[in-house]
């Protein structure tokens, strides 16, 4: 994701996430985050031809649930345009997160998800991620619980989960309250799906 990606970003975010978007000042200060040797932060964006059509998040930290000097990561966000729900676009951006998660040297992925979206829960536990808890209230300001998930080791995620069954979610998992932000390019197509490009 780049500068130049964030009105279109915002406009899906809207879109999805009404009650809660993120504002434009987040994406810019996740996106600072995001460039050079320091890195904390990965951001992607999915074009269909000049259409934005999806956009993921992915965020690093120095220590892990255990509060071990281990990195953990947090996916903070992944939407994706309801006309492409179903086609495998949620799976590819979590692949790419997950990815340089395992780039990061992070030895887990956590991230929260509405409790209500069971659409994003079925792809994440594809992925092998394990509900862990909950967080009461989280998404405001409808006071939506999250079911907080933690995949233990996001370099060993099972082939089935990218090359199975397309996914569906627009995760609300990252509609801006989740957990942490990835930036990646994708070197083609992935899972069956053509025509649309996923970047950083």
């Keep these: 994701m780049r500068w130049w990606d964030i009105d279109p970003v915002l406009a899906l975010e809207k879109e999805l996430f009404p009650d809660d978007a ?8 996740e996106l600072a985050h995001a460039r050079g040797p320091g890195s904390t932060r990965r ?13 993921g998040g992915l965020a690093v930290a120095g220590t892990d649930s255990d509060g071990g000097a281990a990195v953990a990561a947090d996916v903070q966000t992944i939407a994706v345009a309801r006309d492409h729900w179903g086609t495998g676009l949620g799976a590819r951006l979590l692949t790419e997160l997950l990815r340089h ?16 979206n069971e659409r994003a829960q079925k792809l994440y536990e594809r992925f092998g991620f394990e509900p862990i808890g909950f967080r009461r209230g989280y998404y405001q300001p409808g006071n939506v619980d999250a079911l907080v998930m933690r995949l233990s080791d996001p370099s060993a995620v099972p082939a089935h989960s990218v090359n199975g069954t397309p996914d569906s979610a627009p995760d609300p998992a990252a509609d801006g309250s989740s957990g942490g932000p990835t930036d990646g390019r994708a070197p083609g197509p992935l899972n069956g799906v053509q025509g649309t490009e996923i970047h950083g």
């Design 22 to 29: 993120w504002s434009r000042g987040m994406f810019w200060s």
């Design 43 to 55: 951001y992607l964006v999915a074009y269909e031809g000049d259409r934005l059509v999806g956009y």
């Design 101 to 116: 998660a395992t780039a990061f040297e992070a030895t887990e992925v956590m991230l929260e998800v509405r409790v209500d």
